[in-house]
T-cell receptor, first 114, second 110 residues
Framework: DTTVKQNPRYKLARVGKPVNLICSQT?????MYWYQKKPNQAPKLLLF???????READTFEKFQSSRPNNSFCSLYIGSAGLEYSAMYLC?????????????FGPGTRLLVL | QQNVQQSPESLIVPEGARTSLNCTFS?????YFWWYRQHSGKAPKALM?????GEKEEGRFTIHLNKASLHFSLHIRDSQPSDSALYLC??????????FGKGTVLLVSP
């Protein structure tokens, strides 16, 4: 089973409120990723976990937090949502760190901030 | 910073036609090249990958890579309505990160 699951599929949030998105995979993958995708833009890598080590992209370092309590689960946390956070958030996982390994994606969580 | 450009942005082709999607990249050190396909409401799914210059064929799909010209492409033979989707190209420079293009929306009309 190469399924990556994301919850919820749709999320409505108020400006200034926190948002927590959940991702899970049962493939025992070492690496889990979070991407942000806005209309007519490329998916943008926000951060990834390799095992228990969190790597955050420099330009989104302060905007997003994440946790990985075990190998299967990974969350994406926004402490105070702004309108600019409205987007599709895609989770992905991959075994190892090799570029030849496939990243498996979830269906995404569509976040709307009002 | 790496940059990946896709063309065209959208494409409509008749059923049975040959479809060509293009991708250029800026990082000459890129080693791995991917095409993902995303049907509406579904997860992006890896379609094909190539890791060395040349051509790779899998069924109706062929991928070309020319590192010298920083270009790779996806060709679909005998396009089907079920091929209608968003196609994303991406490269991986070996740092555990994929850099994606904006995507090409393909519509295959019956």
């Amino acid at each position: 089973d190469t399924t990556v699951k994301q919850n919820p599929r749709y999320k409505l949030a108020r400006v200034g409120k926190p948002v927590n998105l959940i991702c899970s995979q049962t493939m025992n993958h070492d690496t889990m990723y979070w991407y942000q995708k806005k209309p007519n833009q490329a998916p943008k890598l926000l951060l990834f976990y390799y095992d228990k080590i969190l790597n955050r992209e420099a330009d989104t370092f302060e905007k997003f937090q994440s946790s990985r309590p075990n190998n299967s689960f990974c969350s994406l946390y926004i402490g105070s949502a702004g309108l600019e956070y409205s987007a599709m958030y895609l989770c992905a996982s991959r075994t190892g760190t090799g570029g030849a390994d496939t990243q498996y994606f979830g269906p995404g969580t569509r976040l709307l901030v009002l | 910073q790496q940059n990946v450009q896709q063309s065209p942005e959208s494409l409509i082709v008749p059923e049975g036609a040959r479809t060509s999607l293009n991708c250029t990249f800026s990082d000459s050190a890129s080693q791995y090249f991917w095409w993902y396909r995303q049907h509406s409401g579904k997860a992006p799914k890896a379609l094909m990958s190539i890791f060395s210059n040349g051509e790779k064929e899998e069924g109706r799909f062929t991928i070309h890579l020319n590192k010298a010209s920083l270009h790779f492409s996806l060709h679909i033979r005998d396009s089907q309505p079920s091929d209608s989707a968003l196609y994303l190209c991406a490269n991986d420079s070996g740092y555990n990160k994929l850099t994606f293009g904006k995507g090409t929306v393909l519509l295959v009309s019956p």
